[in-house]
């Protein structure tokens, strides 16, 4: 194709791309270098039934004709960056210097709440990624081996927990693990403990969560290993069949081998979507206990009194930076792939 | 003979097999139909303290409304929280989501695996990027500006929004469909005498719909399932379903109205449970395409 000839055709996904995604992350750089206008204030003269006295007040008009004029709010350079709301150093010099032991450190540290976000962030998708990937694999295992009849309708209730709006698959689970709710009922009676709550503990929060993340990305690694199950090749089953192989032995040497391409592109897509984990955080109420690096840019956007651009800027670089750290395996295996078929 | 000697199974793992299946499958469905039932109940029993059996015969519902079941929530969040609104504006956004998405796209996915060029490989590793970033973060980066120009707040700017965030999946999805569309096709109506846009037009537009609607399925999970985008840059009267149903949340603890989210919710997903009924094929090609094809 004609280089003039792609240019025009790719030009209007183009230009949505770029205004509405790299322009969006260069203004969340700059924004993440300013931070909001402090309030002007003013002496004014105030006299009550004491005399009177000199007092600072803010003056509103001045602040908004500021605001107005300078939206972006005032040059701060990495001040943001540094503060205690993200990588916070000076709580982290001193908390190194306080604590007792490595386990004291953690604790501080894990107070703090960037490294709360970012640490079940991690959490989350280092946990999550890897069970999806398991669960997916049997299930699409035990999915191959149904009589034909009963597959269509097998994949058709595991396409839901996928398929349903992740806020309202996750509200849709909340309800259930109430105190009031059929799960949580049960779990109580199980226990025996009337007053367990899952939304009460932080551990237990964490892995509920989790559980939800697992029950809504499973279905997608099972869908992917599934459809590789059809691909495995008859001639090298029924080879290993003859050379005596168990049924162990030819999962573990024809068919793993050959869904490998697959196991990395499930990871690689799980990886992405783990990361920016939010929405179970909002429909489980689950901030008091956990809080994802997604979640804090959008409480930081969505104040009731004011919005916090800035901090949120910073938050979102950040984030930004660890999803290319996150991606550059992947990158760097592309790149091989493809110069190997130039070659 | 081969089907013979592989569906000869030890009965322990027979077992093994069906127990997990059957797992799944209760894991997988039970929770939607328990919703679905519970959404016709009164509060009192979705949510029984005494018993949670209530919930199956409804004790609660019959002393509060004389019947096994209500449709309170349902029409405490249609009629009196205007939830027919956000359905409408849900839908708006959607369409016009799929059918831009749709357009962009398949002209630069047809370039894309058309071209050949060093450069267009870069581009989709561009795309890939892009589809790895958060939608919050590109979010934080719009709020400003969009209040500055009075852009905030309404239809059209979310619908670009998502448009834009839905374009690297899409680009990647239709490339790889029209890799699969032999390139003798238009390179032979081009030998004839159409220019590339002609051979487009006349020759791949008419083979190109089931990888279109396949790829339009996901677009409108991508523009139907929002959150972030649809809660952050849409006011209140312009609010779809999804920021809809996340409000009753915050305003729900009063009795009766946590119904309304419950039907709001079931609501909600009915569109989906459509969806998937008719086009469960599409979907399953249409998650291992991108896997299969690298």
Redesign the interface.
Known sequence: MKNRTFFWFILPSLITMLLFIALPIISVAVQSLHIEHEAVMVEVKNCGPFGCKQELQVDVEETAKLKQERPLGQFNGLGTYTNRNHLAFTEIGLAWQSSTGVVDFMSKVLNLPFYRALAFTLTYTFVVTPLVVTFGFMIALGVNTLPKKIKGPTIFISLLPMIVTPLIGSLILFWMIDANGILGSTLQWIFEDPDLSLKASPPLTWIMLMVYGVWHSAPFAFIVFYAGLQTVPAETMEAAMIDGASRWERTRYVVLPHLMPLTVFILLIQLMDNFRVFEPIVSFSAQASATSLSWIIYNDLVGTESQFFGSAGATSVLTIIGVSILLIPVLVRTWRDFNQKVV | M?SD???R?SPL?NII?WG??LA??V???F??L??LW?SFKVQGD????AD?TN?LYGVRTQIETGGVLTGKGYHGAWVTQEFWLAALNTSIVVVSVVVISL???T??G???A?????Y??Y?L?L???????????????????F??WNLWGHLPTAI??M???N??FT?WMLHSFFLNIPKDLDESAMVDGCT??QA?RHVIVPVMWPGVVTTGLFSF?LA??D??VT??LLSQANQTM?PK??SF?GTTQTEGNVMF??AA?VS??AP??V???FF?RQ??SG??A???K?
């Open positions: 081969m000697i592989v569906h199974r793992l097999i997990l299946v799944w499958i894991a997988a469905g929770p939607f328990w919703t519970g979705f949510f029984s303290k949670w919930a357009t962009l796209g002209l630069g047809y370039a894309l058309r071209s050949g060029k060093k267009a490989f581009l590793i795309a890939l990027v892009f589809r790895a970033m958060p939608h919050i973060t590109l979010v934080s980066g719009y709020l400003l500006p209040f500055e670009i929004v448009v834009a965030i374009q690297p680009l590339r846009f487009f999970l139907y399932n959150f972030t809660a952050t999804v149903i996340a949340l989210a419950v919710v909600a997903t989906l449970f969806l998937i009924l469960q979907i399953v998650l291992t991108g896997a299969v690298g």
